[in-house]
């Protein structure tokens, strides 16, 4: 096989791996996706969909990441907006609580994988 043809299949499976690791990382720490998504701007829930396939190629029904604005609402991080005209489309905006809060549990988390990388470089 010609060495160049080599490189890019190679190159395909670590890409192809990195993106298995990525999406299932993705889905299990869905909730931090969302809050990191949302966290500076009112977006619905389709719209949440859309930034996460765009950004990540992943795929993530908006059932699921209802049921997550849905938890967060009920918590008092976000509240409820909507567009003159288009009273259907529900956009979540973070409160100001929200945002402290969405910004320490993004904090914690980032340090979380801080530590478990650190841990894998030993």
Request: net charge negative; proline share 2%.
């Given at each position: ?82 567009v003159k005209g288009d009273l259907r489309t529900k956009y979540y905006v973070p409160t100001e609580i ?25």
């Amino acid at each position: 096989m010609d060495p160049e043809n080599e490189k890019h299949i190679t190159q395909a499976r670590e890409s192809d791996s990195q993106n298995v690791y990525i999406e299932d990382i993705l889905k299990k720490h869905l909730n931090v996706a969302v809050l990191s998504t949302i966290r500076n701007n009112s977006m619905s829930g389709q719209d949440i969909a859309k930034e996460l396939f765009f950004k990540h190629r992943v795929y993530i029904s908006p059932s699921a990441i209802y049921s997550i604005l849905y938890a967060l609402k009920d918590q008092n991080l976000l509240e409820i907006d909507t567009v003159k005209g288009d009273l259907r489309t529900k956009y979540y905006v973070p409160t100001e609580i929200g945002k402290q809060i969405i910004d320490i549990r993004l904090r914690e988390f980032k340090e979380a994988l801080e530590y478990f990388i650190i841990w894998i470089d030993e």
